[in-house]
């Protein structure tokens, strides 16, 4: 019988490696995923993962256990990949007005982005906050209630969140049979 999350937590922070890279190795799955629908990078979700992989052991201390430990793990996710893209909006602003070189790899990146498959570029067209919620309850299979314990709103944000994505993705998929 494996052992619960509960039971590998109490371990790894008391320092037993093999715990820890238990629970590593169940939930590393779960945190590229997650930071892979909210990034939409596979080499930025990849570098996310392994981040916070590394940080794990220092993070567990602050692990309480008042919430799931997939709850308080998905939270942890989505705020380091909120952090990773503020940290590349300030990044790309610094760099504006360096000229041709600059333009012309952002020119490259906008036509790689545009391969992408319909969905993922869809998804990634949403603002932060849709696009964190359908990562939680399509992406990680989460109910309303359990996203909206991880994203700290009412259920009730979440179901119309999930509601406004449907909308928006319907009204691109119009849209683009139109054009």
């Known amino acids: 019988m494996e052992p619960s999350d509960a039971v590998l ?3 790894a922070k008391a320092g037993d490696g093999p715990s820890f890279g238990l629970l590593v190795a169940r939930h590393y799955d779960r945190i590229y995923r997650l930071g892979y629908r909210v990034l939409g990078i596979r080499a930025e979700a990849e570098d996310l993962a392994q981040d916070i992989c590394a940080a ?3 993070r567990l201390t602050s692990f309480r256990g008042e ?3 997939t709850t308080w793990l998905h939270r942890l996710v989505l705020n380091a990949a909120r952090d990773r893209l503020r940290r590349q909006a300030a990044k790309a602003r610094a ?3 360096w000229g041709e070189v600059e333009h012309a790899r952002r020119a490259e990146a906008a036509e790689a982005h ?3 498959a319909w969905l993922d570029a869809a998804l990634a067209a949403l ?3 849709l696009r964190e919620t359908v990562a939680l309850v399509l ?3 989460l109910t309303h209630a359990q996203a909206a314990e991880v994203l700290e709103i ?3 944000t979440v179901s119309w969140r999930m509601s406004e994505v449907r909308r928006r993705l319907r009204a691109l998929a119009e849209e683009e049979l139109r054009a």
């Open 9 to 11: 937590v109490r371990a």
């Open 56 to 58: 794990l052991p220092a």
């Open 67 to 69: 919430a799931a430990f």
């Open 95 to 97: 760099s504006d007005g």
């Open 114 to 116: 545009a391969a992408q």
């Open 127 to 129: 603002p932060g906050d």
């Open 139 to 141: 992406g990680e299979d």
């Open 154 to 156: 009412s259920e009730g």
